[in-house]
């Protein structure tokens, strides 16, 4: 070979490995240069790729191999991001180094990113970084470069109005206490939006029909009697009607009264509360402490005269004996107990009730007045007849020792339902009296000693001697031992799911040995989670407890994000959570699926002033995380029931329709499934 073939061959290898390869070239263009304020445009990115050379795609499942395109903006108050980056058509290939399936582009790329227009002028600027390869000789070239989109004009200038962005079916979210983006003002974040064009599932009780509604509220006032809020108060109201020295005529009377006291006090409470106290009013009575310890003291003062330890009489003998004629005292006392029945209940018959008062509040009158008074029929008819009952108890042979035996029993049953009460409040104030462990300890020893009773080894003021132990007596016994049995394995972290609307929750166990060995692989938080000292989630999972960080956790992960609406004061919530969210099925979506938000409506943790804000909603400064997170529920979702679980999307839009009280599994699944397809349509 000649030495000028070689000198020609070296020099051009030479000149071949210093020259600089660009092998892709981008441009960028918006869909509308020329948009108002609130619209919606897309920034489009192309990128011309080189013959026998390829670009890899933003999205594909090798997570440990080639370098994804990536698109950065700097924040800007003049738009708004919505979704992700979407890649326009990529193909599919198998990465031979990397030995696992990606996806590319080849002789043309392209991506767009949606955002919003909220002011005049914004800057939109950022950065991107990629990577080109080849299979003709495996070289691969890394390139990055920023980007700004200049030839945006907006017409017409302005800002975008909150209600503006919301008749669009979208939303800017806000820290609260912050300064919106878009007002400047101090305004809290808007929340998740109801499009219904995209909701699947049953029509909500305002779209019943009229007569439709109030068979629904008639059939939940006579559900109510077996939640855990209204059945501690059955013994109570047999208890009041049975120590009364009365005719047959008298009693049935007064039942009639009594029946009658609980619809008025339901019906006129349902309908002053939307008006004196807001949407917010039966949760803030339901879980604040005066009134839960008021009840809690009287269970244990009924309890202890059940026991014999003194009779109580008033009020009825103290007006009685200023009046007798009219018998001031003996109506006093049945509107008392009346009254006291229906605040009792208030944290269990909230579903109805409080869906009743957002209908009040929103200026309707008459459909939730007879709403209210349709439920509380329902409810007060079993009331009635057992107030009847106790006549009946009276007319029965022989009883003396054994209707003191009942009263003892009854006794028994007040003392371990009261510190229900004292939990709720326990609960909200973040008190730390009853734990889990201890509420269940005190409910080992006293069924333990309610057992003992049964078997006539343990005698009460009143009680008959007892000889030997009857058969009766025998069979009340077993199953109250079996019940304390039941009861143990609760204090090392067993769910005790029969009990789960009464007892703390789990999280307050000093040692779960359950939660210990589940082996739970919960899907990891973003960042750690705002408020949680204060909260937890149940079965170990993982997740947040404030709106804005789970939602930006949400969009960071690219799923869905599962807000569960809930309270301290909930035991239908507590209920759910040991039944439902305990099955297998249900836990593993939860864990793997959705980024998921605790929001307690009834929390009274006072927030700092600079995160104080006035609600649009009914004018009223929320102060308290509780507060903030139900006027977040009813502002955008005009409800105010819990537990109430609701799915959406990275632009906050509701995914299906939200999931009330129901302990089916099976349904709860299917909530899950749609709101994950309604996801994967939209955002991937």
């Given at each position: 070979m000649?030495?000028s073939?070689?000198l020609?061959l070296l020099?051009?290898g030479?000149a071949?490995?210093?020259q600089i390869l660009?092998?892709a070239?981008?441009?960028?263009s918006v869909s509308?240069p020329t948009?108002?304020?609130g619209d919606?445009?897309e920034?489009?990115?192309?990128?011309?790729?080189?013959?026998?050379?390829?670009?890899y795609?933003?999205?594909?499942?090798?997570?440990?191999?080639p370098?994804?395109?990536?698109?950065t903006?700097?924040?800007d108050?003049g738009?708004?991001l919505?979704?992700?980056?979407?890649?326009?058509k990529?193909?599919d290939k198998h990465d031979?180094?990397f030995?696992c399936?990606?996806?590319?582009?080849k002789?043309?790329?392209?991506?767009r990113?949606?955002?919003?227009?909220l002011?005049?002028?914004?800057v939109?600027?950022g950065a991107y970084?990629?990577?080109?390869?080849?299979?003709?000789?495996g070289?691969?070239v890394?390139?990055?470069?920023?980007?700004?989109?200049?030839?945006?004009?907006?017409q017409?200038g302005g800002?975008?109005t909150?209600?503006?962005?919301?008749k669009q079916d979208?939303n800017l979210?806000?820290?609260p206490?912050s300064q919106?983006p878009?007002?400047g003002?101090?305004?809290?974040?808007?929340g998740p939006?109801?499009?219904?064009t995209?909701l699947e599932g049953?029509p909500?009780?305002?779209?019943?029909s009229f007569?439709?509604?109030?068979?629904?509220?008639?059939?939940?006032?006579l559900?109510s009697?077996?939640?855990p809020c209204v059945?501690p108060?059955?013994?109570?109201t047999v208890?009041?009607f049975?120590k009364?020295?009365?005719?047959r005529r008298e009693g049935i009377?007064k039942a009639?009264?009594f029946?009658i006291?609980?619809?008025v006090i339901y019906?006129?409470?349902g309908?002053l509360?939307?008006?004196?106290?807001?949407?917010?009013?039966?949760?803030a009575?339901?879980t604040?402490?005066?009134?839960?310890?008021?009840?809690?003291?009287i269970f244990?003062?009924?309890a202890?005269s059940f026991f014999g330890l003194f009779?109580?009489n008033?009020?009825?003998?103290?007006?009685?004996?200023a009046?007798?004629?009219?018998?001031?005292g003996?109506l006093m006392g049945?509107f008392?107990?009346?009254?006291t029945?229906v605040?009792?209940?208030?944290?269990c018959?909230?579903?109805?009730?409080g869906?009743?008062?957002?209908?009040s509040?929103?200026?309707?009158i008459i459909?939730?007045?007879?709403?209210m008074?349709?439920?509380?029929l329902a409810?007060?008819?079993?009331?009635?007849?057992f107030?009847i009952f106790?006549?009946?108890i009276?007319?029965?042979?022989?009883?003396?020792?054994?209707?003191n035996?009942?009263k003892v029993?009854?006794?028994?049953?007040?003392?371990?339902?009261c510190?229900?009460?004292?939990?709720?409040?326990?609960?909200?104030?973040h008190?730390?009296l009853?734990?889990?462990?201890?509420?269940?300890?005190l409910?080992?020893v006293?069924?333990?000693?309610?057992?003992?009773?049964f078997?006539?080894k343990l005698?009460?003021?009143g009680?008959?001697?007892?000889?030997?132990?009857?058969?009766?007596?025998l069979?009340?016994?077993?199953?109250?031992f079996a019940f304390?049995?039941?009861?143990?394995p609760?204090?090392?972290?067993?769910?005790l799911?029969m009990?789960a609307?009464?007892?703390?929750?789990?999280s307050?166990?000093?040692?779960?040995?359950?939660a210990?060995?589940r082996?739970?692989?919960s899907?990891?938080v973003?960042?750690?989670?705002i408020y949680?000292d204060?909260?937890?989630l149940p079965?170990?999972?993982n997740g947040y407890f404030?709106y804005?960080q789970?939602l930006?956790?949400a969009r960071q992960q690219?799923?869905?994000?599962f807000?569960?609406f809930?309270?301290h004061g909930?035991?239908?919530?507590?209920e759910m959570?040991?039944?439902?969210w305990?099955e297998p099925?249900?836990?593993?979506?939860l864990q793997n699926?959705?980024v998921?938000v605790?929001?307690y409506?009834?929390?009274?943790?006072?927030?700092?002033?600079s995160?104080?804000?006035t609600?649009?909603y009914?004018h009223k400064v929320?102060k308290t995380?509780?507060?903030?997170?139900?006027?977040l529920?009813i502002r955008?979702?005009?409800?105010n029931a819990?537990?109430?679980y609701?799915?959406v999307g990275?632009?906050e839009?509701?995914?299906?329709w939200?999931?009330?009280?129901?302990?089916?599994?099976?349904k709860?699944?299917q909530?899950?499934e749609?709101?994950?397809?309604k996801?994967?349509a939209?955002?991937?």
């Amino acid at each position: 070979m000649r030495i000028s073939t070689v000198l020609f061959l070296l020099f051009a290898g030479f000149a071949t490995f210093g020259q600089i390869l660009e092998p892709a070239k981008w441009t960028y263009s918006v869909s509308n240069p020329t948009p108002k304020v609130g619209d919606e445009i897309e920034l489009i990115f192309k990128v011309s790729i080189d013959k026998n050379w390829y670009l890899y795609a933003s999205e594909f499942p090798c997570e440990d191999g080639p370098t994804r395109t990536s698109i950065t903006f700097k924040s800007d108050p003049g738009f708004q991001l919505l979704g992700k980056l979407r890649d326009i058509k990529p193909i599919d290939k198998h990465d031979h180094v990397f030995d696992c399936d990606v996806k590319i582009f080849k002789v043309l790329a392209e991506f767009r990113q949606k955002i919003r227009i909220l002011k005049a002028s914004p800057v939109i600027h950022g950065a991107y970084e990629a990577q080109v390869c080849t299979d003709v000789d495996g070289r691969c070239v890394p390139f990055g470069d920023e980007f700004t989109f200049d030839e945006i004009h907006v017409q017409g200038g302005g800002t975008a109005t909150t209600t503006e962005l919301f008749k669009q079916d979208s939303n800017l979210s806000v820290v609260p206490g912050s300064q919106n983006p878009v007002t400047g003002n101090s305004q809290p974040f808007q929340g998740p939006i109801m499009d219904k064009t995209i909701l699947e599932g049953a029509p909500t009780l305002q779209e019943e029909s009229f007569l439709g509604y109030l068979v629904f509220a008639f059939i939940l006032g006579l559900a109510s009697l077996i939640t855990p809020c209204v059945f501690p108060m059955v013994p109570m109201t047999v208890t009041f009607f049975l120590k009364d020295n009365q005719t047959r005529r008298e009693g049935i009377r007064k039942a009639i009264i009594f029946g009658i006291s609980i619809i008025v006090i339901y019906t006129l409470a349902g309908t002053l509360f939307a008006v004196l106290l807001g949407a917010e009013g039966l949760n803030a009575l339901a879980t604040h402490w005066a009134p839960n310890l008021f009840i809690f003291i009287i269970f244990i003062v009924f309890a202890l005269s059940f026991f014999g330890l003194f009779e109580i009489n008033a009020p009825n003998k103290l007006v009685n004996s200023a009046d007798r004629q009219a018998e001031k005292g003996g109506l006093m006392g049945i509107f008392f107990m009346a009254a006291t029945l229906v605040l009792v209940s208030f944290s269990c018959t909230i579903p109805i009730v409080g869906n009743v008062v957002v209908m009040s509040a929103g200026g309707k009158i008459i459909k939730p007045v007879l709403a209210m008074f349709s439920y509380s029929l329902a409810f007060s008819i079993p009331f009635t007849l057992f107030a009847i009952f106790p006549e009946w108890i009276k007319s029965l042979p022989k009883s003396g020792g054994w209707l003191n035996s009942v009263k003892v029993t009854l006794g028994f049953l007040e003392l371990a339902l009261c510190w229900k009460f004292l939990s709720i409040a326990d609960q909200a104030y973040h008190w730390g009296l009853l734990d889990r462990d201890v509420n269940i300890a005190l409910w080992i020893v006293i069924f333990g000693l309610l057992g003992v009773y049964f078997l006539g080894k343990l005698r009460m003021a009143g009680d008959s001697p007892i000889e030997s132990v009857t058969v009766p007596r025998l069979l009340l016994a077993i199953p109250t031992f079996a019940f304390v049995v039941y009861l143990i394995p609760g204090l090392w972290g067993a769910p005790l799911k029969m009990l789960a609307g009464y007892l703390p929750p789990t999280s307050t166990l000093d040692f779960d040995l359950v939660a210990m060995t589940r082996g739970l692989k919960s899907t990891e938080v973003c960042d750690e989670p705002i408020y949680a000292d204060y909260f937890h989630l149940p079965h170990g999972l993982n997740g947040y407890f404030e709106y804005k960080q789970a939602l930006q956790c949400a969009r960071q992960q690219n799923k869905p994000l599962f807000i569960d609406f809930t309270g301290h004061g909930c035991t239908n919530c507590r209920e759910m959570e040991a039944v439902v969210w305990s099955e297998p099925q249900v836990l593993e979506r939860l864990q793997n699926d959705f980024v998921i938000v605790a929001l307690y409506v009834d929390d009274k943790t006072e927030l700092p002033e600079s995160l104080w804000y006035t609600s649009a909603y009914d004018h009223k400064v929320k102060k308290t995380i509780g507060k903030q997170n139900a006027d977040l529920q009813i502002r955008n979702l005009e409800n105010n029931a819990q537990p109430f679980y609701v799915l959406v999307g990275s632009d906050e839009r509701v995914l299906a329709w939200p999931y009330g009280y129901d302990r089916s599994p099976e349904k709860f699944v299917q909530f899950l499934e749609r709101g994950k397809k309604k996801f994967n349509a939209l955002y991937k």
